[in-house]
Nanobody, 127 residues
Framework: QVQLVESGGGLVQAGGSLRVSCAAS????????MGWFRQAPGKEREFVAA????????NYADPVKDRFTISRDNAKRTVYLQMNSLKREDTAVYYC????????????????????WGQGTQVTVSS
């Protein structure tokens, strides 16, 4: 079955950087858009970034634009989220997810539009 395993979360000071990873198995990784979402305590899960199946197209939520970079290595079946200039408001559990559609040309941002999810990795930004 499909498994997504996030790693790389941790505690970092404001202004610092962190890279989280998501390793996939049980699926044709290179055929699907991958997304990163986050959920802070007491808040809804929200879109962070998405990357299409080839890696040539990306989309970012406004709060993270110009600070976060999503990338993927299809040979390693892994998607990454490089987070720079971190702020306290970036503190959340970060989840990766797969789009529902094979070779989708659309970079979706809705939680319900993604099918499989990892267990999440905690990112905490201290001041």
């Amino acid at each position: 079955q499909v498994q997504l395993v996030e790693s790389g979360g941790g505690l970092v000071q404001a202004g610092g950087s962190l890279r989280v990873s998501c390793a996939a198995s049980g699926m044709t990784f290179s055929s699907y858009t991958m997304g990163w979402f986050r959920q802070a305590p007491g808040k809804e899960r929200e879109f962070v970034a998405a990357i299409n199946w080839s890696g040539r197209s990306t989309n970012y939520a406004d709060p993270v634009k110009d600070r976060f970079t999503i990338s993927r290595d299809n040979a390693k079946r892994t998607v990454y989220l490089q987070m720079n200039s971190l702020k306290r408001e970036d503190t959340a559990v970060y989840y990766c997810a797969t789009d529902r559609t094979f070779f989708s040309s659309v970079l979706r941002v809705g939680v319900s539009e993604y099918e499989y999810w990892g267990q999440g990795t905690q990112v905490t930004v201290s001041s």
